[in-house]
């Protein structure tokens, strides 16, 4: 039996502000994380997984599928502990752009920025808008969007 009652990590609705940013740390996208994404997702599209096929694009090698790294962009910003034991529901992705390549050995990171807060009172929270700014090694976006999640109220 534990102790001390579990305490929520995350933010409540109520301390995210407007303009609010909150930054990721790096992950590094491997081979084996677009062999397993391809296994689990079925898209074995070659330009992922086939390196001679690669070569012959225009990008001249293999790309890490996007929705992969929307993925991993999901896990690091899990893994900020702001959304842990506060968030209700994931609601909404928008306006997601996918705007440049990410290859085996790339590193990304994600800058969440609050753009609006809503309050639900009958949810006992609120709405929140935060746009992700997925950027690689070099600080480049490489894809960004908008989440909506809805979190609970500390009140």
Do not use: C
């Amino acid at each position: 039996m534990n102790p001390m009652p579990d305490t929520p990590r995350g933010m409540y609705f109520e301390e995210f502000e407007p303009g609010q940013k909150i930054n990721s740390s790096g992950r590094t996208v491997t081979e084996s994380d677009i062999v397993n994404f391809a296994g689990l997702s079925g898209d074995y599209t070659q330009i992922h997984t086939d390196v001679e096929y690669s070569k012959t694009t225009p990008i001249g090698r293999r790309v890490a599928h996007g929705l992969l790294v929307m993925s991993i962009a999901s896990g690091l910003a899990a893994q900020t502990g702001v959304l842990e034991g506060t968030v209700l529901v994931f609601r909404e992705i928008s306006n997601w752009k996918f705007i440049k390549p990410v290859f085996i050995g790339d590193t990304v990171h994600v800058e969440l920025n609050v753009k609006s807060v809503k309050e639900i009172r009958r949810i006992g929270g609120g709405s929140v808008e935060i746009t992700l700014d997925v950027q690689n090694q070099t600080n480049e976006t490489v894809m960004k969007g908008d989440w909506v999640v809805l979190m609970s109220s500390g009140k």
